[in-house]
């Protein structure tokens, strides 16, 4: 199924028709450079183009007034003074005698997005729309918005297609307050929001928008807002975020819909966000959102402010859309103090409510906090005044973003003669006889005993890397024999002749090599259910789960909080997944691994099974194909001393690993 991306150039014609300092930003150019990134890139017509629509008043009448409503309708027919007038009422928005009509395309083209997403004509999508939506409430424009496009595109699925719950991620860097108020008591709507807050001195200024509000009554835990105390922030604030915060209880609460409040003003360059976190930033948060919901998820436009981080950001979206595999996230360190003290507090707030986070931490007690220390050099900045300022945010300057291509081959098979090679996925054998040379090698090396057509196995997974390493071939699935020497064979090749750093996960109660793991060439996660006699260290990291990998919640979990910090922190140029026997592994938690580990390498992982595994072959390339994994349903509180495990590991492992701290 396709991606779908809904624009209309209608909606760039309106625009700031007198002075004001605090909308000036908001220009129809917004618009027009992100479609025109989006037709430079190709990437437009990789996507299905889905027409934009009215909205209707029944639409608009989901989340606000008739009053408000009936006002609106009238700003077609006033003069530049009435407009002026009719916009005093509200802060930081302005009205236009167009902006009506391009408020009912915005509502409209979100809305076609949801009808072909839940309709299945597509997966998921993007619309490119203005005026954005989060800050309108009931009865009352905010923010430059008029009509809350997601809160109603939320209420509309509910309404229309029985949706029991909907996640709203919003990576936009200001609080959508409007969607919050429509959805505090409603456990139905999970509201995520991160933003600039300063301890409330950014705008809007609320109260409402700190760690500690986290929705009312039955929507108690329903809202989750992450503070951003300091302006700066990078790509490891934000993935922290996502994998000790919102990753772990999305997939608690099951969403049957994702939708996504993407602003971009939370990228590098913006004058309303001042972060550093660099655009290919959004190929991971939306690669990451794309096994919920069995991969429904639906963006829609918010903020972002200037032209060239918001088209490279609005590129990396899409690219990720279409299953383009993700860009390394190199250079990750781990969070800043003032991220951390919002993720601990976050955590604290939430934990009573999400099992995932019962085990977190309390709210920090240091008086160290970044909140009562002003930095002599915050001081400093302050004195900058806003010209300057906005000189220096807007001369800031990033790489470009990596090309993304995806390689000629997507997935290729090694399978036992008599397999089935599986629909769209390449059968990969040696094209001429394996090298004497290498053969020779490997049976000093690895085949002691085994007969020969080990050899040409082995020479054949030594070939399907080098064409990875040649981004000739995306992923690569193989039925081994023996899955302990092939994984040590391919370790072996992929960190020596190719000098790569190779992630190994392994599942089950298999045998671990051991090599490689004291220089760093190679990390060993292995998850199995057994006390592990291997030695622990910093690149040899043995999870015991009571229940091993069968169940579910503690296995996504210990996924989520622990291996993807690990591997995006290690940043692998290629993913070795192993399953060994007896790993208990259902097929949909197996392809939500899978898929999750794709974000890493730019999706070079090789999958090594045992060759009686033969059930799991069309999920797997399912999955290495870039199918969303299916929804695993909500899942129930982790077996207590699995939590338990991780949370140790994870306090022994965070000196070495930066992105597994969760608190101070
Ligand atoms: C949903 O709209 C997207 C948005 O969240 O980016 C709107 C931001 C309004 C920012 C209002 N203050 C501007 C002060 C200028 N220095
Ligand atoms: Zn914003």
């Known amino acids: 199924m396709g991606t779908a991306l809904i624009y209309d150039e209608e909606m760039t014609r309106y625009k700031l028709l007198w002075v004001d300092p605090a909308c000036k930003i908001e220009v129809p150019e917004r618009l027009v450079v992100s479609y025109g990134a989006l037709v430079e890139n190709g990437l437009a017509d990789r996507c299905v183009s889905i027409p934009v629509r009215e909205a209707t008043d029944a639409d608009i009448l989901l989340v606000h007034s008739e009053e408000y409503l009936e006002a609106v309708k009238k700003t077609p027919y006033m003069t530049l003074e009435e407009l002026k007038e009719f916009t005093l009422q509200y802060g930081d928005v302005y009205f236009h005698p167009n902006i009506y009509h391009c408020a009912k395309l915005a509502l409209g083209a979100t809305l076609q997005l949801v009808d072909n997403v839940m309709t299945g004509k597509v997966r998921n999508g993007l619309a490119l729309v203005r005026p954005p939506g989060h800050h309108s409430m009931r009865s009352a424009a905010s923010g430059f918005c008029i009509f809350n496009n997601v809160a109603i595109a939320a209420q509309y699925v509910k309404q229309k297609y029985g949706v029991k719950r909907v996640l709203i991620v919003d990576w936009d860097i200001h609080h959508g307050q409007g969607v919050q108020y429509s959805f505090e008591d409603d456990p139905s709507v999970l509201y995520f929001s991160w933003h600039r807050y300063e301890h409330q001195k950014f705008w809007p200024n609320l109260r409402e928008s700190d760690f500690d509000v986290v929705g009312k009554e039955k929507g108690a835990g329903s809202t989750i807002n992450v503070p951003w105390n300091k302006v700066k922030m990078q790509n490891s604030d934000y993935l922290s975020i996502f994998f000790h915060v919102l990753l772990p209880v999305a997939y608690e609460f099951s969403p049957d819909l994702v939708l996504v409040c993407a602003g971009f003003d939370s990228a590098i360059g913006d004058p309303e966000g001042e972060m550093c976190a660099t655009p290919d930033i959004f190929a991971h948060l939306t690669h990451l959102l794309m096994n919920l919901a069995g991969g429904k998820l639906c963006a829609v436009l918010e903020g972002g402010y200037n032209l060239k981080s918001l088209a490279q950001s609005v590129c990396q979206t899409v690219h990720s859309l279409l299953g383009d595999p993700a860009p390394r996230p190199a250079n990750l360190e781990g969070p800043c103090n003032s991220a951390l003290e919002s993720l601990q507090c976050v955590r604290s707030a939430h934990r009573k409510y999400w099992s995932c986070l019962k085990h977190a931490a309390d709210l920090p007690t240091s008086d160290i906090s970044t909140k009562r220390i002003k930095l002599a050099e915050d001081e400093e900045e302050e004195k900058l005044d806003e010209v300057e300022k906005e000189k220096l945010i807007a001369a800031m300057v990033w790489p470009q973003p990596v ?109 671990v090599p051991h090599r490689g793991t004291d220089d760093g060439k190679t990390l060993v996660v292995h998850f199995s259910s057994k006390e592990s006699e291997e030695q622990e260290c910093k690149y040899l990291i043995p999870v015991c789960l009571k229940k091993g990998c069968s169940d579910a919640s503690g296995f996504i979990q210990a996924v989520l909080g622990l291996l993807l910090p690990l591997g995006y922190e290690y940043d692998p140029s290629l993913v070795l997944l192993v399953q060994t026997p007896g790993s208990g592994i259902c097929d949909s938690v197996w392809q939500q691994l899978t898929g999750l580990l794709q974000g890493l390498a730019q999706g070079h992982i090789l999958v090594l099974m045992q060759e009686d595994e033969r059930t799991c072959i069309d999920p797997t390339c399912s999955s290495l194909l870039g199918d969303a994994a299916p929804s695993l349903g909500q899942l129930h509180a982790a077996p207590p001393e699995d939590v338990e495990a991780v949370e140790n590991l994870r306090q022994r492992l965070k000196a070495d690993w930066k992105l597994l701290q969760t608190t101070e």
């Open 403 to 511: 090309k993304r291509v995806t390689p000629p081959t997507r997935t290729a098979v090694v399978l036992p003669d008599g397999v089935a090679c599986p629909d769209r996925c390449k059968h990969f054998s040696l094209s001429e006889d394996p090298d004497p040379l290498v053969v020779q090698k490997l049976r000093e090396n690895f085949i002691k005993d085994a007969d020969d057509k080990d050899a040409v196995t082995l020479s054949s997974l030594i070939a399907l890397v080098d064409k990875m390493e040649k981004n000739e071939i995306c992923s690569g699935l193989a039925l081994v024999r023996d899955v302990s020497m092939a994984m040590r064979c391919v370790a072996q090749h992929a960190t020596t002749a190719l000098s790569n750093r190779v992630l190994v996960v392994c599942v089950g109660d298999g045998i």
